[in-house]
């Protein structure tokens, strides 16, 4: 087999592929399913059609409709040794879907499993019989009865994602020996742990003696407390402000040093600014302690390339989103399934879990469910507003027992009000604007990009006025951010217009809040941006109704059902029983909609073994239309990132150096960019803006500029 113009024998390569897939699957008890996979993931090579071909062709290793067909052969091996017990047949869709993707069960498509293990093969195999002789393995878990479809699907997943790692990293060992050494050396939890508590012995010394602060130590010394209990559902019910990002990070680690995990997975909501908590726990760990993931790079077919580029998670403390980490557990393309085998033995940590979508609610509620059971992770739900997801007599699909790590929330809450919240009512743009200018210090946070540019466009006038949106690049943003924290520290003017993602893991601290209304969820977030260090008395929040009507779907249904909570608790719309009354109604409301895809039931269709592993993965989505990735190639070390991407044969590390450059914004508007020549694809990959031009330095990427200036084009 030849990758690059190196050689490698196909035992070797089988047998070492093998050996890490068994490595991973042992994580959940699965050693001997991985072993098998990988010793027979390219038997089909053994045939002498595929033989003769590698010397006309350099990319062999990867399926193209005029090449020979290598990957159905083993999964027809593996379905043909046990075609009863079901064990051929998990194997089977994990085999032949190591390129291509976990492929439908039945369909009357010819990429189908079913139609794939009867297909005749017009080849001549030599498969050493050794390799086919194998035991059978046993499911490393007791089926349930009411769970079996849930379960088994999500194993075979686990399992392909611990084929196709082990796939890229044997083929990167060979193709790109330079590249297999770079590879991060493992960091333990305990060093991690040592320098977290340095950390917070440093600040702790050098804080002010608040109310504010002695509370903080106090949920941090609950956190610590709670670590030592078994393995499980934990929820951490804090108010904004009350320090739950460390606090919760010093839980996952000693939790994880008690019970042998290998990572913390830090998940916060899709419109956050993910940089922040990233950069945080850099200045903390370090680097190479670090991966923070977001931004997805894929190509309309994948090769090689794209495979090596794709990312596997293997570093101790991961910092993602509920799109990248939900998407991805129902995923069927070998890049983005990757990493799964790497979720297993870890601590999770879902930030304002209370952001989870309630079309998708149901199938997300069982992937935290199985991750507990099976995989040996323990899992906080983490929030300053906690959702009604636990299991309730009128809500029997809910999660079971959640330890509480606060000693009382209640309690809480009443010890950490630190703003009054008054409903204003409609307000034109031009009337905020006005009251803006009344303030020397205030923050506005709308709901759409497009809003938070009108207010700034209209404020921008005077001085100390900025923006903040998805439509600045990470680095962008945390810079402004650096700007506004200086205004705010020295007394000038800071005004700020921002849409949502400023909302959860920034620590900024201004007198007054606007918020646009929203859901009690997001009201009580933005609460948590005023008057953060109690340094006053009373913040002042204030809620209005914007001139323009409310985007449609899941911004207009929160808003309407806080709109009815407010009436019912004027004089304090974000207490907990207001909160609790938000959710259960707004979860009421969409009784019928908590699987409105019908995931489960897609599921459940595979009570026979012929799971829908592609419709699954197509109709799982936490945005409706996923945003797609434009890079910023304007300062100078991405221009560098570039320039290197262009001419390179191996493309790993690339995504994580670049997504600090890269904006994501609507499908639409990205074809509308790349029609015009706007955007270009390097290496088939990655999009790169040439039109410098359409990216400003206050707002960020202008997707409404149509007309590109071709002296403004990057080559």
């Known amino acids: 087999m030849e990758q690059g113009g190196r050689w490698q024998r196909l035992d070797d390569h089988l047998r070492g592929t093998a050996e890490l897939a068994r490595q991973f699957a042992e994580a959940f008890g699965a050693g001997d399913w991985g072993y098998l996979a990988g010793l027979w993931h390219d038997l089909g090579k053994y045939s002498n059609e595929f033989q003769a071909m590698l010397g006309n062709s350099c990319n062999a290793h990867i399926e193209q409709k005029s ?49 794939r293990m009867n297909k005749r093969l017009p080849y001549h195999f030599d498969s050493p019989q050794a390799f086919i002789d194998q035991a059978k393995p046993n499911l490393p878990f007791k089926p349930s009865k009411n769970r079996f479809c849930f379960e088994l699907s999500f194993f075979i997943r686990m399992l392909f994602s611990c084929l196709t790692d082990a796939d890229f990293l044997d083929t ?20 991690l742990y040592h320098k977290l508590n340095n950390h917070l012995s440093v600040l702790q010394n050098h804080a002010t003696k608040t109310k504010v602060n002695l509370i903080r130590a106090g949920i941090l010394s609950d956190c610590l407390e709670a670590a030592k209990q078994e393995m499980g559902l934990f929820s951490l019910t804090v108010p904004t402000g009350g320090g739950k990002t460390l606090s919760s990070m010093g839980f996952a680690l000693k939790h994880a040093m008690k019970w042998g995990h290998k990572r913390i997975i830090y998940v916060i909501p899709y419109t956050s600014i993910i940089e ?15 991966l923070e993931h977001h931004s997805n790079y894929e190509p309309a077919e994948e090769d090689h390339k794209s495979r090596l580029a794709s990312e596997n998670w293997d570093a101790p403390i991961i910092v993602t989103t509920n799109v990248q980490f939900f998407e991805s557990l129902f995923a069927s393309r070998s890049s983005r399934c990757r990493k799964l085998h790497n979720i297993s033995e870890s601590v999770i940590i879902l930030d304002e879990v209370q952001s989870l979508p309630s079309e998708l609610l149901l199938p997300c509620l069982e992937t935290i469910r199985e991750l507990t059971v099976h995989y040996k992770c323990s899992i906080v ?7 009604a997801i636990q299991h309730r007599m009128d809500f029997p699909a809910g999660l079971q027992n959640v330890r509480e790590i606060a000693a009382c929330p209640q309690t809480l809450y009443h010890n950490l009000k630190r703003v009054n919240i008054q409903h204003l009512g409609l307000q034109t743009n031009e009337s ?9 210090q205030v923050l506005c946070v709308v709901n759409t990009r497009k809003h938070a540019k009108t207010l700034f466009q209209l404020l921008s006038c005077n001085s100390g006025v900025f923006h903040l949106s998805a439509s600045m690049y990470p680095l962008h943003r945390s810079r402004i951010l650096e700007k506004i924290k200086e205004c705010l520290n020295e007394k000038r003017p800071c005004r700020v217009i921002s849409t949502q993602l400023v909302e959860a893991g920034v620590d900024i601290d201004f007198p007054i809040v606007y918020r646009a209304i929203a859901g009690l969820d997001s009201i009580a977030q933005a609460a948590g941006r005023c008057n953060r ?17 409310l985007p449609p779907g899941y911004f207009r249904q929160t808003a309407q059902t806080a709109e009815g909570i407010i009436r019912r608790f004027p004089q304090d719309m974000l ?28 599921i459940k269709q595979g009570a026979n073994g012929d799971f829908p592993f592609r419709t699954i993965a197509e109709k799982f989505k936490l945005i409706s239309e996923e945003n797609k990735p434009v890079i910023i190639p304007i300062e100078k070390e991405a221009q560098e990132l570039v320039k290197q991407m262009r001419g390179a044969d191996s493309l790993r590390g690339f995504s994580r150096k670049l997504q600090k450059y890269t904006v994501q914004i609507n499908p639409y508007h ?18 790169v803006l040439r039109d410098i031009h359409l990216y400003d330095d206050n707002i960020g990427l202008d997707t409404e500029y149509r007309n590109p200036n071709p002296e403004s084009l990057i080559g």
């Open 575 to 602: 207490s907990l029983e207001a909160i609790e009354e938000y959710f259960k109604e707004y979860f009421w409301m969409q009784a019928e909609r908590l699987d409105k895809e019908d995931i489960l039931g897609l």
């Open 533 to 549: 260090e109690g340094l006053l008395q009373y913040g002042h929040v204030f809620v209005f109704e914007p001139e323009d009507q």
């Open 276 to 290: 922040q908590n990233a950069n945080v726990f850099r200045d903390i760990f370090g680097d190479q302690a670090v």
């Open 172 to 191: 990167e060992r060979h193709m790109a020996p330079q590249k297999a050494e770079y590879r991060p050396i493992p960091i333990a939890l305990d060093i």
């Open 670 to 687: 990205w074809g509308k960019l790349f029609e015009a020549g706007s955007i270009e694809i390097i290496q088939g990959i990655f999009p």
């Open 432 to 440: 905020l604007v006005q009251q803006f200018k009344q303030h020397n």
């Open 381 to 387: 739900l983490c929030s300053a507003t906690q959702p």
């Open 67 to 115: 090449r020979v067909d290598h990957s159905t052969y083993g999964a027809q091996q593996a379905f043909k040794k046990w075609p009863q017990g079901g064990e051929g047949k998990v194997l089977s869709y994990i085999i032949a879907g190591h390129h291509a993707g976990l492929p439908e069960g039945n369909t009357d498509e010819e990429s189908g499993l079913t139609k």
